[in-house]
């Protein structure tokens, strides 16, 4: 997945109402404000009230669903292209988020100061802040991708990462 794949479908998703964050590698190399891999997919936060308007708008793009795993995420897939993985937090009336987990009584917390901008192809993105990809990226094995995101996001903030 390119810059020139991923910036239709923020427009798209902003145009139908569905505000979203990019989080993932995606997220990462928007912080950097440059792609720094390939991408299979985009992970994006949309707010679950929103929801309707985030699976809608892709849907007449050609996407339709190939994953359900709701609460936690769901993925639409395009008939020839990468993945969008939609993650459905609840927002508060002060900014902050809860995104269900995949162990129920665990859920991540994603405070207001979690959600900043980056940029993509030049672009100002929403995306999700180093400090809140530095704590998604915990309690699992890394793979060489997530070890790459990880050495990319401290040389680029200088943030402390566990891998």
């Known amino acids: 997945m390119t810059a020139e794949e991923v910036l239709p479908v923020l427009a798209l998703l902003r145009r139908a109402g569905a505000g979203v964050r990019i989080g993932g590698g ?39 669903e190939s994953l359900d795993q709701r609460p936690v995420r769901f993925v639409l897939t395009p008939p020839a292209g990468r993945e969008l993985d939609l993650h459905p937090p609840v927002f508060a009336a002060d900014g902050s988020a809860v995104q269900a987990s995949s162990v129920p009584d665990r859920p991540f917390p994603d405070p207001a100061a979690a959600f900043v901008t980056g940029a993509i192809g030049g672009v100002r993105v929403p995306c999700l802040s180093a400090e809140q990809q530095v704590y998604f990226h915990q309690g699992y094995e890394p ?6 995101d990880m050495a ?11 891998f």
């Open 26 to 64: 995606w997220g990462i190399d928007a912080l950097i404000g440059e792609q720094t891999r390939d991408h299979r997919d985009l992970d994006l936060m949309h707010r679950q009230d929103q929801e309707p308007a985030a699976v809608a708008a892709p849907a007449g793009a050609g996407y339709a």
């Open 143 to 148: 793979s060489p991708r997530d070890l790459h």
């Open 152 to 162: 990319r996001l401290r040389r680029a903030s200088g943030i402390a990462t566990h």
